[in-house]
């Protein structure tokens, strides 16, 4: 079974606020674990890579998983405008996606200035 | 930088036509992917392939074929398109070895039109 859940959103949160995103799945095998951020119209683009569980940084942007649970977060700290877009989650049990990439539905975020 | 270029941003066939979204990449990456994106429904899988003249079905290759002949070259190919095919198709391509390849990246999209 490879279904990965999203809440598809649309998620509001004003200018400066945390953003959490979340992801749960079912396949225990997966231990690749990727966000990505897309813009309309354009391909995503990928923000954090993460393998296994642990935390990652990457300036305003932390990712976590938690294989425990099956769960995956990303926090946006000190949101701008400019972070408006769908995130997407994906993960896959082989390195290299040589399972073929299995994708969240996207969360899409709004923030307000 | 990885590079995934798609041949195409814009397309517009017709209905029975045959059509084919092209994609490059330019980091030696073994695995390279064809998703389409719709609305509500997400990315799905269409095909995928690990190495040259090797492919695999993803969840929805009814209608789709691919090619391969190169490690950097992944055609999707749509036999006889329709209207149901209209979708934003998105090329992805990641690689297996070392540290070239840990993520995988993806084009900018090809939207297809059928009429």
């Known amino acids: 079974q490879k279904e990965v859940e999203q809440d598809p959103g649309p998620l509001s949160v004003p200018e400066g606020a945390i953003v959490s995103l979340n992801c749960t799945y079912s396949?225990?095998?997966?231990?690749?674990f990727m966000w990505y951020r897309q813009y309309s119209r354009k391909g995503p683009e990928l923000l954090m890579y993460t393998y296994s569980s642990g935390n990652k940084e990457d300036g305003r942007f932390t990712a976590q998983v938690d294989k425990s649970s099956k769960y995956i977060s990303l926090f946006i700290r000190d949101s701008q405008p400019s972070d408006s877009a769908t995130y997407l989650c994906a993960m896959s049990a082989l390195r290299g996606g040589a399972d073929g990439l299995t994708f969240g539905k996207g969360t899409h975020l709004i923030i307000q200035p | 930088d990885v590079k995934v270029t798609q041949s195409s941003r814009y397309l517009v066939k017709r209905t029975g036509e045959k059509v084919f979204l092209e994609c490059v990449q330019d980091?030696?990456?073994?695995?390279m992917f064809w998703y389409r994106q719709d609305p509500g429904l997400g990315l799905r899988l269409i095909y995928f392939?690990?190495?040259?003249?090797?492919?695999e079905k993803g969840d929805i290759p009814e209608g789709y074929s691919v090619s391969r002949e190169k490690k950097e070259r992944f055609s999707l190919i749509l036999e006889s398109a329709s209207t149901n095919q209209t979708s934003m198709y998105l090329c992805?391509?990641?690689?297996?070895?070392?540290?070239?390849?840990?993520?995988?990246?993806f084009g900018q999209g090809t939207r297809l039109t059928v009429v």
């Open positions: 992805a391509s990641w690689g297996r070895q070392g540290a070239k390849g840990t993520e995988a990246f």
């Open positions: 392939s690990y190495d040259v003249k090797m492919k």
């Open positions: 396949n225990s095998a997966f231990q690749y």
């Open positions: 980091m030696d990456h073994e695995n």
